[in-house]
């Protein structure tokens, strides 16, 4: 079992920069592969970035390859999400994910983070 818990969301200007975070806690959390999505109201939920239990391997939707950087600590247990040049599009609530198999199918979710890019 999993628990995910993100931070770091908030407001800014197009062009600008946040970071998230997402703390995970459990027994067996450094064995699984975690990523992001997002949500936009009346949009389906896409997959954003992802990256392998050793933290050498990561992939990224089109839309943000070459502005977002995802990646974890020496410990496993904590991923992040370096955003920049963000634009208005981006504006979603953003989910921290886990899975033991596959990230594109994950068991575990977060709550969710609102992140809101203005024109």
């Known amino acids: 079992q999993v628990q995910l818990v993100e931070s770091g969301g908030g407001s800014v200007q197009a062009g600008g920069s946040l970071r998230l975070s997402c703390a995970a806690s459990?027994?067996?959390?450094?064995?699984?592969?975690m990523g992001w999505f997002r949500q936009a109201p009346g949009k389906e939920r896409d997959f954003v970035a992802g990256i392998s239990r050793s933290g050498g391997n990561t992939h990224y939707a089109d839309s943000v390859k070459g502005r977002f950087t995802i990646s974890r600590d020496s410990a496993k247990n904590t991923v992040f999400l370096q955003m920049s040049s963000l634009k208005p599009e981006d504006t979603a609530v953003y989910y921290c994910?886990?899975?033991?198999?596959?990230?594109?199918?994950?068991?575990?979710w977060g709550q969710g983070t609102q992140v809101t890019v203005s024109s």
């Open positions: 459990g027994r067996t959390s450094s064995t699984y592969t």
């Open positions: 994910a886990a899975d033991a198999f596959t990230i594109r199918t994950p068991r575990y």
